[in-house]
C-alpha cells in the first residue's frame, strides 16, 4: 500500500502507481466536469459516481461501474463539437469497459 500525500495536504492511499493514481484521477475528473452540469439523469448520476470515487482517500481505485444506459448517455456526449480529443479519449474509456 502506497501513501500519497498532495500539496494541499489531502493524503490518499492506494495499491497503484504514482502515475497510475494520477491518471485515474485525472480520468474521474475529467468525466465528472464533462457531466457536472447535468441536475436530474443520468448525467447527475455519473457525475455523483466520479465525484466520490475520485474523493475516495482510503485505497484508492479510481474505478466506477457504468450501466449501459450511462454508456448510452455518454456515448450521446460524444456528438458534441466542443469536445477535446482528451474528453473523446475519457468518453470512450469509459464507454469501452
Do not use: H
Not at 11 to 39: A, Y
Amino acid at each position: 500500500m502506497y501513501k500519497y500525500t498532495f500539496n494541499n495536504g489531502d493524503v490518499v492511499t492506494s495499491n497503484l502507481k504514482q502515475d497510475e493514481l494520477l491518471r485515474r484521477m485525472r480520468r474521474l475528473d475529467n468525466l465528472r466536469v464533462l457531466t457536472e452540469g447535468f441536475d436530474e439523469g443520468e448525467g447527475s448520476v455519473i457525475s455523483a459516481k466520479a465525484w466520490r470515487a475520485y474523493n475516495k482517500t482510503n485505497n484508492f481505485t479510481g474505478i466506477i461501474r457504468l450501466t449501459p444506459t450511462e454508456k448510452d448517455f455518454l456515448s450521446y456526449l460524444l456528438e458534441s463539437d466542443m469536445l477535446t480529443d482528451e474528453d473523446r479519449e475519457c468518453i470512450n474509456w469509459y464507454i469501452s469497459r
